[in-house]
């Protein structure tokens, strides 16, 4: 079974669609950060982070990884 994350909330894919491994629902983008708890930003950017001069990429790891910074 194919895992990953979803704003910290571990996800599997089914065969057909992502779903929440808690519910199996399927992944909608309604969830906020399980470590935070803030949805992204109109931008679409992680809440907690916001805008970073100079950012490619940047993750506030949600609880799971690092948090990081690709420049």
């Known amino acids: 079974m194919t895992k990953s ?3 910290g909330w571990e996800i599997y894919y ?3 669609d992502w779903r929440y491994s808690d519910n ?3 992944v909608d983008d309604s969830r906020p950060c399980k470590r935070c708890g803030c949805m992204p930003t ?3 950017y992680d809440a907690c ?12 790891g949600h609880g799971v ?3 990081f910074v690709m420049r």
Not at 49 to 60: E, R, V
Request: hydrophobic letters at 20%.
């Open 5 to 7: 994350y979803s704003r």
């Open 14 to 16: 089914d065969g057909k």
């Open 24 to 26: 199996h629902k399927i």
């Open 42 to 44: 109109k931008e679409g």
């Open 49 to 60: 982070l916001g805008h970073i001069d100079g950012a490619k990429s940047a993750c506030c």
């Open 65 to 67: 990884e690092e948090a």
